[in-house]
């Protein structure tokens, strides 16, 4: 299984990024798929996450910002950051095989990452 995320990047307050997770390895289209985020010197949170007949899970820290989507043809999940604020800097990780789809999940495997900074 190999889960490679992209789009991460510097962007400004109030800015957008869209990130890509492009799977292999498995049925992408028979499990849930699932971001979450780490900052340094804490733990990690779980953002948000899909399950194969499309509903989803946002934390409260991002609801109504972000919109997570799959491509089930493409094998990938997109996760779509709107209006982001500096606290939303972290390495965001892409993940599957996860035993619920939020808030906590517990999932077997994760991507390496991908950076997003958001400074002015």
């Known amino acids: 299984v190999q889960l490679v995320e992209s789009g991460g990047g510097l962007v400004q307050p109030g800015g957008s990024l869209r990130l890509s997770c492009t799977t292999s390895g498995f049925t992408f289209s028979s499990y849930a798929m699932g971001w979450a985020r780490q900052v340094p010197g804490k733990g990690p949170e779980w953002v948000s996450g899909?399950?194969?007949?499309?509903?989803?899970y946002y934390s409260d820290s991002v609801k109504g910002r972000f919109t997570i989507s799959r491509d089930n043809a493409k094998n990938t999940v997109y996760l779509q950051m709107n209006s982001l604020k500096p606290e939303d800097t972290a390495v965001y990780y892409c993940a599957t095989h996860c035993d619920a789809l939020g808030p906590a999940p517990d999932c077997h495997y994760w991507g390496r990452g991908t950076q997003v900074t958001v400074s002015s």
């Open positions: 899909i399950r194969i007949n499309g509903s989803t």
